[in-house]
């Protein structure tokens, strides 16, 4: 999977990056000669914070999870408004390449399905009450951050407003292509935004970024009304 | 709930008659007053909470932890009487509020939490899987019982979580990055939700870590889960949001934890604590 694939990446990195800080003897390190970055990381990887061994629904473990991509990383390091423009450039160019377009272009799918997929918080919940893959699909959880159908009142405000939003950008493919590459890897656009990256991390697959997008771009869509 | 109220009266005047400085205050009061200060809608997101403050079930969570803390315990058969929380043994007014803190006898930052299970172990000389200090998440676990009584003897007393030691400022900048941090396969920190005021997830409004005022509130643990109907704790609502984060399982009492929770004490500094307080 896409996302296992990124991470082992990063993997070595923040191996070496840790070992910098710990003692070889296992012995507690002086936490105070080490950096605030190099600690944090020596809690989580060295020290017991998160318990590594558990297996995620990806097929890895819960330590490949907690280590960071390059784009996590910079991005852990401030905001759009804070980080320099070589970092933002940097990382708009990691959500570019990470970008993969289905074989024969993007159309739009179901939007009954897309609704669903925008209403679900499903899936990746690992710990405790492992939310489990084989019983249901993961969603994509619209709805947390965005406000869509207009019926629907307990939507979020994290990101913006997304009622009316095929209605207000028409469905030219234009449009179809450029909102897919937002759901699929929103950095290309808005480097370092809040938004996870649903297709570069393999959460939604193409055909469900498809029903999304039909939900938000189909004037049959209850968004649209 | 009578019963409760008529207690509880004369126990309020009573501490805050003790406490000379006078910042003891009553969780319903300090709310009351940081609504009106700062009109947060985080702080108002909860009519029905608001109402029920005064007679929050953690209460009684707070009354059982009383008389378990003045109980003599354990294989050793003593009282916790004699746990320093860090302003000498026994002192719990305002303890809580300065934690987490290093502790000399343990060379370590400590929570409460993991203070408490430290003092159960060693003075009173429970083992460490006995359920007294191993049963930790619920209204009727004795660790919940002890926290919401240390913790309300801190109530109206401002956040002031002491840095002198250099180990209580590198762990509240260790915190300060894993507050930041972003992994796992939706890319999230816990500043993706926690660092403006008034936004939203589905309809719950999310407190703001730069926003004192909110974020006293935020933080105040113990506190009664509404949708729970159960006391938690600070080290359970660290748990929960990596839940939530789709990352793995924040382990209790792990360095990593205490020094979160010691990032985002020093996020209320001089905000008072309202304890126990009522969550969602």
């Known amino acids: 999977m896409k996302y296992a694939k990124v991470t082992a990446t990063a993997a070595a990195g923040a191996l070496l990056f840790v070992s910098t800080g710990a003692q070889a003897n296992g012995e507690k390190p002086d936490y105070t000669a080490m950096t605030p970055e190099a600690l944090a990381e020596y809690l989580i990887f060295e020290a017991n914070g998160i318990k590594l061994d558990q297996k995620t629904q990806e097929g890895a473990t819960v330590k490949e999870r907690q280590m960071r991509d390059e784009l996590q990383t910079i991005c852990s390091g401030g905001t759009r408004a804070t980080l320099a423009g070589d970092d933002l450039a940097k990382v708009a160019s990691l959500g570019r390449a990470g970008i ?126 | 709930m009578l019963n409760k109220r008529t207690f509880l009266i004369p126990l309020c005047l009573m501490m805050a008659g003790a406490s000379a400085a006078g910042d003891y205050r009553p969780p319903e009061d300090v709310l009351a007053e940081l609504i009106e200060k700062s009109g947060s809608l985080y702080l108002t997101q909860s009519e029905q909470n608001l109402m029920m403050m005064a007679d929050n079930p953690a209460s009684w969570t707070v009354e059982e932890g009383e008389a378990l803390f003045h109980e003599p315990r354990g294989p050793n058969n003593v009282s916790l009487e004699g746990c320093d929380f860090g302003k000498g043994p026994g002192v719990l007014d305002g303890a809580y509020v300065e934690m987490p803190r290093y502790f000399a006898d343990t060379g370590r930052v400590m929570d409460l939490e993991t203070r408490l299970v ?85 309809a719950s409004v999310l407190p703001n870590i730069n926003s004192p005022e909110e974020w006293t509130k935020a933080i105040s643990w113990p506190a009664y889960r509404v949708g729970h109907q159960h006391v938690r704790s600070s080290q359970h609502r660290v748990r929960g949001c990596y839940w939530q984060m789709r990352q793995g399982q924040s382990v209790a009492g792990s360095d990593a934890s205490i020094a979160l929770i010691s990032y985002w004490t020093d996020a209320a500094r001089g905000q008072p604590a309202i304890l126990p307080d009522m969550k969602r």
């Open chain 1, 100 to 225: 993969v377009k289905p074989e024969g272009g993007v159309k739009l799918g179901d939007w009954k399905k897309g609704q669903e997929l925008a209403r679900s918080g499903f899936g990746f919940r690992v710990g405790h009450n492992n939310d489990d893959h084989s019983t249901r699909e993961p969603g994509g959880n619209c709805y947390a951050c965005h406000q869509l159908d207009p019926k629907e009142i307990a939507y979020g405000t994290l990101g913006p407003s997304l009622m009316n939003y095929g209605k207000l950008r028409g469905n030219s493919q234009a449009i179809i292509d450029y909102t897919y590459d937002v759901v699929y890897s929103p950095h290309s656009f808005f480097p370092c935004t809040h938004m996870p990256r649903f297709g570069a991390n393999g959460v939604l697959t193409q055909q469900q970024i498809a029903d999304v997008l039909a939900y938000l771009i189909d004037p049959a869509s209850p968004v649209n009304q």
């Open chain 2, 118 to 202: 430290h003092c159960m172990t060693t003075l009173q000389g429970f083992a460490d899987d006995d359920p007294a200090v191993k049963s930790r998440h619920g209204s009727n676990s004795d660790m919940m019982r002890l926290q919401s009584y240390i913790g309300s003897k801190s109530s109206g007393y401002p956040w002031n979580p002491p840095l002198d030691h250099p180990l209580e400022t590198a762990m509240r900048d260790a915190g300060k990055v894993l507050f930041n941090r972003r992994a796992g396969p939706m890319d999230f920190s816990c500043a993706t939700c926690h660092s403006e005021s008034g936004k939203r997830i589905r």
